[in-house]
């Protein structure tokens, strides 16, 4: 399948990337140069956003303008045009953790995990998922306790949730709703190079997962069995979103973030964002339900 780069962004840690249909734009971010960038493919236009801190992934709104997004320790509503941050809740519950991947349930929920991110040392299973509500308040989900949080989508009728720890190397399920269901293996990954990063679901419920450290997309069917695997050429490939006008292209960010001089050497396209054609529909970026300029629940 012909992959092409369509941003050349190098960027250390390129994340959470999102298509916006109202603004034909794509959105993602360098995490660890706390930097949101958007590429407008109509223009080719590129711009960028330094923020106060790391920025790990957000979701769209439906307030015009907006976006939210999960800094490392905080929610925060924000609005690029006007570069304007709205706090809404401080996140950091364990000590040496920060926020990760998250989406946008069907419902208009944001859903994000959090990450170990220790001084020195090996990660460790401390993190958790949580979901914040239209009505600003926080619930932390009864979820396995995770070292490293990604993964997060939703089937196409929002029933089913996936996640991962990326470090267990399996992706999970489980039903979704205002409860949720017991988790329980989708896609295991133990005996593959590899690690399970961002997804996203596409227009018949096929979820495509970006393999860290494996240069690939696969395709995995509703049932969990394996459909396709495309080849990225960047060792670290972080997450994929189905945009464009018919929502048939998917976009895929990639990474540097922990290669050498001489890995970078034979990796030139680390970093850079990708997009192919896989011949198969995604669905619009559900928009987070919440109003910025309501006052958060405690």
């Given at each position: 399948m012909d992959v092409s780069i369509v941003v050349p962004a190098g960027n250390r840690l390129g994340e959470g990337v999102l298509w916006c249909d109202r603004e034909q734009a794509l959105y993602w971010t360098d995490i660890h140069a706390a930097r949101l960038w958007r590429y407008a493919p109509a223009s080719g236009k590129v711009d960028q956003w330094p923020l106060p801190e790391r920025l790990a992934s957000f979701a769209l709104c439906e307030a015009e303008g907006w976006l939210l997004l999960a800094l490392a320790s905080r929610l925060a509503f924000f609005h690029p045009q006007r570069y304007e941050l709205r706090e809404l809740h401080r996140i950091g519950i364990v000590p040496e953790t920060r926020a990760n991947d998250g989406a946008c349930d069907r419902q208009g929920r944001f859903v994000f995990g959090t990450l170990?991110?220790?001084a020195r040392g090996p990660r460790y299973a401390v993190g958790g998922f949580h979901r914040l509500h239209a009505d600003l308040s926080l619930e932390a989900l009864?979820?396995?306790r995770v070292a490293i949080a990604n993964s997060v989508a939703f089937s196409p009728d929002?029933?089913?949730m996936y996640f991962c720890d990326s470090l267990r190397k399996v992706i999970q399920r489980c039903d979704y709703g205002d409860a949720l269901g017991p988790a329980s293996p989708f896609a295991d990954l133990?005996?593959?190079?590899?690690?399970?990063d961002g997804s996203v679901v596409d227009a018949d419920g096929g979820l495509w997962n970006a393999?860290?450290?494996a240069a690939r997309v696969v395709r995995y069917l509703p049932d969990?069995?394996?459909d396709r695997r495309v080849s990225i050429p960047a060792t670290q490939p972080t997450r994929p979103v189905f945009g464009g006008a018919d929502l048939r292209t998917l976009y895929v960010t990639s990474a540097h973030d922990g290669l050498d001089a001489d890995a970078r050497e034979r990796d030139r396209h680390a970093g850079d964002v990708f997009a192919f054609t896989p011949g198969i529909a995604g669905l619009p970026e559900p928009r987070f339900a919440g109003n910025p300029d309501a006052k958060p629940r405690r």
């Open positions: 170990h991110e220790p009864p979820l396995p929002g029933a089913t133990t005996t593959q190079d590899g690690e399970p393999q860290w450290g969990g069995r394996e």
